[in-house]
């Protein structure tokens, strides 16, 4: 079992900085990536950022240039920058892994609980 601990959200006013932090744990052998997802009331959830094991990045265009997403490999975790936030980047924001099954290598999403981000303007 793998699982996922975020800390790092809450409230903070537009134009204001945040980082968010995810640290996997359990039966761990490689990750293949990790992201950040969010999902704001009303709203579907969308990728925010994703970084691979070789650290190549994606980033969603609402986000380019103000937010940077991080990982350290040796400690399986993947961190967050959110800065010049906007009151539109309020939402629940969940980090995510993609770890293979080494015998099938077949790829499985780990979701962690969730952490809240309140932007107000």
């Known amino acids: 079992q793998v699982q996922l601990v975020e800390s790092g959200g809450g409230l903070v006013q537009a134009g204001g900085s945040l980082r968010l932090s995810c640290a996997a744990s359990g039966n761990i052998v490689s990750i293949n990536a990790m992201g950040w997802y969010r999902q704001a009331p009303g709203k579907q959830r969308e990728l925010v950022a994703l970084i691979t094991g070789s650290g190549t990045t994606n980033y969603a265009d609402s986000v380019k240039g103000r937010f940077t997403i991080s990982r350290d490999n040796a400690k399986n975790t993947v961190h967050l920058q959110m800065n010049s936030l906007k009151p539109e980047d309020t939402a629940t924001y969940t980090c995510?892994?993609?770890?293979?099954?080494?015998?099938?290598?077949?790829?499985?999403?780990?979701w962690g609980q969730g952490t809240q981000v309140t932007v107000s303007s």
């Open positions: 995510n892994a993609i770890l293979p099954d080494i015998a099938t290598m077949q790829e499985y999403d780990y």
